[in-house]
């Protein structure tokens, strides 16, 4: 599809989520989820390279237990596009892929304990 217009942006603030800018003009980053269990680490980092290969700038992956988060550290060391680890209630997690090299954090605010 083909927009005529120009696309309307709001002024925002630069990030970067990895080596990806986010905001102030940068070209509109893709970005996908993962829908493997995530401590599957073979399946998940073959399902990352091959969004990777059709055009995914970001990848966001479910770390919902520890076991998970162990898993994610061999994920990260595999693949090449930066990773969000999307947590749910245990702020440990977000700690501990913190210390495995996390890209981004999602965190739901009104579950995390």
């Known amino acids: 599809m083909h927009n005529q217009a120009p696309i309307q942006r709001r002024k925002s603030t630069r990030i970067y989520v990895g080596n990806v800018p986010i905001g102030d003009g940068a070209p509109i980053a893709v970005q996908s989820m993962t829908n493997t269990r995530t401590t599957d680490v073979e399946a998940t980092v073959n399902q990352i390279k091959a969004l990777e290969r059709v055009g995914a700038d ?40 913190a210390e495995y090299g996390v890209d981004c954090l999602r965190i739901n605010p009104g579950n995390i304990g």
């Open 58 to 97: 970001i990848v966001r992956v479910s770390v919902p237990t520890m076991d998970a988060a162990e898993a994610f550290k061999l994920i990260k060391q595999q693949v090449n596009v930066p990773l969000v680890a999307d947590i749910h209630f245990d702020y440990r997690i977000a700690l501990k892929v």
